[in-house]
T-cell receptor, first 112, second 115 residues
Framework: GDSVTQMEGPVTLSEEAFLTINCTYT??????LFWYVQYPGEGLQLLLK?????DKGSNKGFEATYRKETTSFHLEKGSVQVSDSAVYFC???????????FGTGTSLTVIP | EAQVTQNPRYLITVTGKKLTVTCSQN?????MSWYRQDPGLGLRQIYY???????DKGDVPEGYKVSRKEKRNFPLILESPSPNQTSLYFC??????????????FGPGTRLTVL
């Protein structure tokens, strides 16, 4: 079945450091891929998405490229800020099965 | 404001005492879903609904019930809660089911503790 595997946390970085959170997936069809962010005490919010191979999603300085050949969708940001401290979830959806699959989440803490 | 609301936000209960967590969305979304979030397991889908009176099981439906009598509401029912249902629960909604480009909108979460 479909699944998402993402980098274990927690991750602690200094402000302005480069961020990479790895995400790989297994899917039977042609999924769409998402990154969601969960700030403390809140629900998940969509950060970015990509719907087909080689698409790049971007938002708030974060980027991720849908790589079909490596079944990956790694999240990157060139210079993190304290306000980026949150839990990040990689996810995929396949319309045919009407289900959404999430990774286990990666907790990021950015220190000044 | 477009949103998904859940109530209650926090609930402590005892084993076997029936409870309902409500979920409501004001975006006229057809698709609604319930998830539970547990440490190390991420989010797992409990039930989903493609439209009024249409519901289906997700990955972890045991011990839960849902109903979809109105488009905006999708309550989660625990008929006889057990301690292993202690978790953080999220309701979500989206347009047109899981079409490739649709995002899900999440509620703020309900933290449930079953003693």
């Amino acid at each position: 079945g479909d699944s998402v595997t993402q980098m274990e946390g927690p991750v602690t970085l200094s402000e302005e450091a480069f961020l990479t959170i790895n995400c790989t997936y297994t899917a039977t069809g042609y999924p769409s891929l998402f990154w969601y962010v969960q700030y403390p005490g809140e629900g998940l919010q969509l950060l970015l998405k990509a719907t087909k191979a080689d698409d790049k999603g971007s938002n708030k300085g974060f980027e991720a490229t849908y790589r079909k050949e490596t079944t990956s969708f790694h999240l990157e940001k060139g210079s993190v800020q304290v306000s980026d401290s949150a839990v990040y979830f990689c996810a995929l959806s396949e319309a045919v099965v009407n289900q959404f699959y999430f990774g286990t989440g990666t907790s990021l803490t950015v220190i000044p | 404001e477009a949103q998904v609301t859940q109530n209650p936000r926090y609930l402590i209960t005892v084993t076997g005492k029936k409870l309902t967590v409500t979920c409501s969305q004001n975006m006229n979304h057809e698709y609604m879903s319930w998830y539970r979030q547990d440490p190390g397991l991420g989010l797992r889908q409990i039930y989903y609904s493609m439209n009024v009176e249409v519901t289906d099981k997700g990955d972890v439906p045991e011990g839960y019930k849902v109903s979809r009598k109105e488009k905006r509401n999708f309550p989660l029912i625990l008929e006889s809660p057990s301690p292993n249902q202690t978790s953080l629960y999220f309701c979500a909604s989206s347009l047109l089911g899981l079409a490739a480009y649709n995002e899900q909108f999440f509620g703020p979460g309900t933290r449930l503790t079953v003693l």
